[in-house]
Structure formats: structure tokens, C-alpha cells
């Protein structure tokens, strides 16, 4: 689920503050953070990531609107690059009148910038998830959901297509409105990811917050939890959100 749209944005929400020395963008479809190697357009970017995880409590989804969707995941990737691998929880609503499904998922894209992936089990709201990317040597990568509360997990290898490479080059914990954009955003509330983890090899990556923004209409942002608790320690090679992070849902689209 490749991002689209970029402009520079910062924004602040309640108890939500930005990242110390982060950069800004906005997306139609992502919002959260990434962290980027430099020189995206080279073959091989001087950060290359192995691994990226995180923990969150799946929230109750609400649908404002028909076809909403919204999906909470980390990955490897889709950030400036032209693949993703992605693991975590997606929720579609199909009416306003009917309720959501909401499910495990994992996705990876092909050489002809299609997607392909699975919903291999159902999660629920108030279920605590760990989602888990690594790439694990050649072209493939293992993405894992684990739900610690009803103990249903999945774990899957899988290999980037060959004729198109998977650089390795972001590493993200994003909300997301599928589709690029073409569907409306489910309504989540609120979404804390803790344990936000990370390991790279190279130089230190830049950190991005990314907030969602159709037009002039913002329909989710992000930002550090102070709530008078120290900020994270942003240390080498991990990047570790000890106190969390949380994105909220300001509109459908």
C-alpha cells in the first residue's frame, strides 16, 4: 500500500507533539512515522533496514461513510521506493448500516506494481496485535501477526519479484487509507503504537512524521505522546518509541 501526495506539514494534536529533529510530510493515504535512508534513487541506499516492529491495541472502527477501510501496520519500504512489505491489521466496512470486518493481513508488491497478499485471520476490537517485517537474506522477507490476546497468529516468507528491486531503504508504523487514497478512512478514534522498533545497518536514517491530508482536509495525524513523560530515546540502530506514539481520526476523506 504505496504512499502518494507529499507536502511539508507539522502538526500538533492535543497531547501530541513532533519528533525532536524530524522532518514533515503529509500523504493522501499514510499517516505515523517512517525513517528514511538517504538517496532513495540509488540502487542500493546507504541504510539498508532488516527488521521493523511495533504493538497496538486494535481500536473499534466506526463507519462514517460506505467502503470506509483503515489498516494499521509496520513494514520495509513504500516510502520514496517502489515495494513494500507489510504486516499488521486491516478493517473494511462495506455500509454505514452494516458492521466492520476487521483482519490480519500482510501484503508485498509485484513486479508490475500490483499487490498480492492475504487476510489469513480475524482479529477484534480491544485485541493487543504485534506485527513484525525482516528480511531474513536474498529477495525474501518474513512477515509476522501475532494477536497475544485471542493467540491467533500467522507467519509467512515471502520474496521480492526479481525484476524489481527491494532496496530495503524506509522503515514505517503507519494508519493507512487503502487504495491510495480511493477509499474514505474508517473512523479508529485513536491508535497508540508502543515498542516501535527498528535495526538498519549504515548511517543513521532521517525520521519522518507523516500526516494524512486530502486536499485541504486533514483526515489523521500523528505525533510523540508527552503527556509529561520523557520523549523516546532515538539511538542507534534502534529506534525505539518507549512511551508510544498515537495517530487520531479527524475525517473520512
Keep these: 500500500m504505496m504512499r502518494s501526495g507529499s507536502l511539508a506539514l507539522l502538526i500538533a494534536l492535543g497531547s501530541l507533539v513532533a519528533a525532536p529533529d524530524a522532518e514533515a510530510e503529509t500523504g493522501i493515504s499514510w499517516s505515523g512515522y517512517a525513517i528514511k535512508s ?23 472502527v466506526t463507519c462514517p461513510l460506505d467502503n470506509a477501510k483503515v489498516s ?14 507489510q504486516a499488521g491489521t486491516l478493517v473494511t466496512c462495506s455500509a454505514t448500516n452494516q458492521p466492520p470486518v476487521y483482519q490480519a493481513f500482510w501484503e508485498m508488491y509485484d513486479a508490475n506494481g500490483g499487490s ?9 476490537p480491544g ?5 513484525s517485517a525482516s528480511y531474513v537474506g536474498g529477495v525474501s522477507y518474513l512477515l509476522e501477526v501475532k494477536d497475544l490476546t485471542s493467540g ?9 519479484n526479481a525484476n524489481i528491486v527491494c532496496k530495503r531503504g524506509t522503515a514505517e508504523w503507519i494508519v493507512e ?13 485513536t491508535v497508540e503504537f508502543v515498542n ?7 548511517p543513521t536514517p532521517a525520521r519522518v512524521e507523516i500526516n494524512m491530508v486530502d486536499v485541504s482536509t486533514t483526515l489523521s495525524a500523528c505525533g510523540l505522546i508527552a503527556s509529561g513523560r ?6 542507534t540502530p534502534f529506534w525505539n518509541f518507549t512511551n508510544g506514539f498515537a495517530c487520531h481520526w479527524l475525517a473520512a476523506n
Excluded at 487509507?177 to 478514534?189: E, K, V
Excluded at 520523557?230 to 539511538?235: E, G, I, M, Y
Design 72 to 85: 494499521f501496520w509496520v513494514g520495509i519500504d513504500g516510502d520514496g521506493t517502489r515495494t513494500v512489505e
Design 152 to 160: 491467533a497468529s500467522f507467519s509467512t516468507t515471502q520474496s521480492c
Design 196 to 202: 516501535a522498533l527498528e535495526t538498519h545497518s549504515g
Design 230 to 235: 520523557p520523549l523516546p530515546d532515538f539511538s
Design 116 to 124: 498480492h497478499g492475504a487476510e489469513p485471520f480475524n482479529v477484534s
Design 177 to 189: 487509507r487503502p487504495g491510495s487514497g480511493s477509499f474514505p478512512l474508517a473512523d479508529y478514534g
Design 38 to 60: 538517504a538517496d532513495l534513487g540509488s540502487p542500493t541506499p546507504p541504510t539498508a533496514f532488516t527488521a521493523v516492529s511495533a504493538m497496538w491495541t486494535q481500536p473499534a
Design 127 to 131: 485485541d493487543v496485535i504485534q506485527a
